[in-house]
Each structure stands twice: as C-alpha cells, then as structure tokens.
C-alpha cells in the first residue's frame, strides 16, 4: 500500500479525457432539475433497455439527484454552527471554521438521513468483501498479486468526517476539490494516508426520499465505495494486471473522447477503479440473488449521479460521464449477470485479457 503521499482520488472527477487529470476539474454534479415524470415502463423492460441503450435507461427516465431543500437547510444550519460572524457562504470560512462547518454538516447529514456511522461503517466492510470476491473471480491476476491485493484491501477503514477533520495529515483543500466548497458534492475519497474511505457529506444526501428500498439505497452507494476502494488495488500498485485491460479501454472509448487516446495516468486509475467497481456490483448481486431486473434497476438508479445535467467547460467537450455509464453497462461480468443477449453496439466489453464480445 502506498504510504509516501495522500493520495484524494476523486471519483467524480475521473477523467476519459485525453487532459491530464488535474485537481480542477469539474466534480460531476448531480442534476439540479429534477424530473418530474415518473415512468410506467415494467422492470422486464429496464432490463431489455439497460442492456441495449444504457444512456438512455439510466438518463433518459427520472433519475437520482440531490435533494435540493434537504441540502440547503443543511447548508444553512451548518453554517450558523460553524459560528464564523459576519460570514454567509462556507468558501468564505476560515481554515478553522471550515473544519467546523464540515463536521456540523456531515453529522446533520448522517441525522437527517437513514444512515448512521456504524450502518456507513458496516457498508464499506460490506464493500471490502464484494471486491475481495472480485479479486478472486479473476482468473488473470497471478496468486501472488491476488494475495497482495486482498492484504491491502484488508487494511482499509471507512473514517467518519469528523475523525478526518481533525487529522494533521487532513488536507482541506483537496477535501474541497472532491466535496465541493459546500461539501454537498456526491462523492467520496480514497487516502492513502489514512488507509481509508471518506464520504462527503452530499453523498449521504443522494437520493434520500427518493429510493426508499434501504437495501437499493446501499446498493448505490456501493457502486461510489467500490470505486474508492478499488483505487487500493489499482494499476499504481499492480501495473502488470491492468496492462490489456487499459490498451482496450484506450481502443473502446477513444470514439467517445473525440478521438484521443486515454490521457495520464491519473485517467487511467479512475478507469480501473471503475472496472472494480463495476466487478464489485457483479458480487454484491449474486451474493443478494439479485434478480437481472433488480440488478438493472439498481444500475439504473445508481449509475444515474453521471447523468450530468452541467455545462462542461469549452475546453473539455467529452462525454466523460456518459462513458462511465457505458464503461459499466459494456462489462462482460455485467452484461453476463443480466443476460444481456447482444453485444452493445458502441463499445466492446473489456475484461483483464482484453476486449471481449464484439
Ligand atoms: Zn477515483
């Protein structure tokens, strides 16, 4: 396990860009306008869709969004527990404050919701076995490596916010670039430092009230907290197992990058993570049973947080989200667990040997 740098690899930042991955780019946002209309199409026919037109099965029917009211009260009454006088917005906080107002938010957050840390706590633990299981499934990676993998999975804790605010090792400015200045960004972060998963506040948020099953609602969250983790076991530590995996990621979905190769190497790490993740849901669903249509329908809601609703800046033109949507729903493993008859027509399935099923 790498222990010289912290390392926040931001999930919603990842980039298929062929930019290099920089600490500016955009987080993915939520969308903002929720959708109103509800859809009267039957499971069966998620399914069906999911597997033939993911974008369309994932963004084109109501989605997860953040719940607009429930963040700004938190916001609000966050902000006069930060207690900073005279300031209104927490970009506006001092260092001291900030780490205040990130505490009152989380743990209005984790009250407000149905989340508790020990649930939180039990998820990533959860999570860890999914992708250990993941691991295993992989018939590529030698024993040694597998071993190695599953010892630095081990290692990893979730930490609650308060814990990590208060850490020396803390790096508030990097928090704010994966949290969002507001913290209500959906998304959370792997620190090498810490050996652990931090969740931001907005990610507790996400799709509260709106997927009411708490077993659907875990499952959501799982496939952000097997991204993280998969950044433990990721191509920085074990390049060797990654290698006909990346050159096919690279050869897939340069159509949906205008073209251009997969950028650095920080592009290349969200992609892997990715790929884990995407392993991980194949494990949490055969370990529930899930039927193909429940499966679907949890990636259907819970890959809905790439459904960008945002304007992207006029230098990044690419549908980077829209291809994490694809790079899930082209899987062999997945496509294989919802018995997804043809292949997609965009983009090969890409497994650890290479691209599979077109
Ligand atoms: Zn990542």
Redesign the pocket.
Known sequence: MKKNSLIL???LA?SLTSCSTTRSERGLRTPADERDSETSVTPGSRLAEYCSDPVKAVCGTPSGASMPQLNSSLLAEAMTQAGQPGVQKPEDLDEAHYGAYMRALDANAISQTRWTPQALMELVMETKDALASAIDSQSEISSKDKAEMKSDLADLNYMGMAHYTRQSHADLMSFKDTCGQDGLRASAF?SADQGAVIICPGLLTLNFGRITDIQSLKRALQIVLA??LG?SIDNSEFPKSFKKLISCFDSQFRNMNSGNKIGGKDAK??LV?DYWSSLSQVQIAKKGALAPELAAQTFIEGYSIFCSQVKRSGNDPHPAELARIYLHASNPEVRAYLGCVKPLPEVAGCSLSGPVGK
């Open positions: 690899v931001v999930l990842a792997f991204h993280e950044h790490r969200e993570a």
